[in-house]
């Protein structure tokens, strides 16, 4: 995520990979793209170090969570991690070897919705934070508010579709 010229220095980076500057947003959620934990840090930490925070937010869950799915960025020295410190089974999903531009990764889309979700918050589309621990509190307080509207609308959602115009004048 790229940071406001605000933001100090010591705590935003550069990811050479993204050819980015800015704070890298570490997310967990379940499988229907609900938060559970969301650990921020400079863009210029290693995606399999930085992780690592995330998941562990995840060991007070219930045993519930048995597996973990993630992409190719965290595979490596985080899957032995997971396995022998919080004791369940990160799974690498990996793309296609043919595979040419952009296709949705199975079981990845609930936290590429989840970010989707929160980048259409005004405040989360740049860090403008100082603190990355308020960057967090931001992305909890947006999340808060999208779980609440999903448990107040109390029925699927749907396009209510062209309505109709009313002629109340004279005749």
Known sequence: MRTADTVPVSTR???????????KRFIV????GLLLAVHVVA???QDRDGAKRALLWTRPDPPSIQKVWADQGFSGRLVDWSASILGRDLEIIRKVPDQRGFQVQPKRWAVELTFAWMTAHRRLARDYETDPARSETMIRWAMIGIMVRR??????????????????GPE
Do not use: H, N, Y
Request: some cysteine; glycine content about 14%; proline content about 8%.
């Open 13 to 23: 980076g550069f990811d050479a990979g993204k050819k980015v500057k800015g704070r």
């Open 29 to 32: 959620t379940d499988t229907l």
């Open 43 to 45: 863009a210029s930490i």
């Open 151 to 168: 448990l107040t609308r109390g029925c699927p959602a749907k396009r209510p579709g062209p309505r109709r115009l009313r002629w109340t």
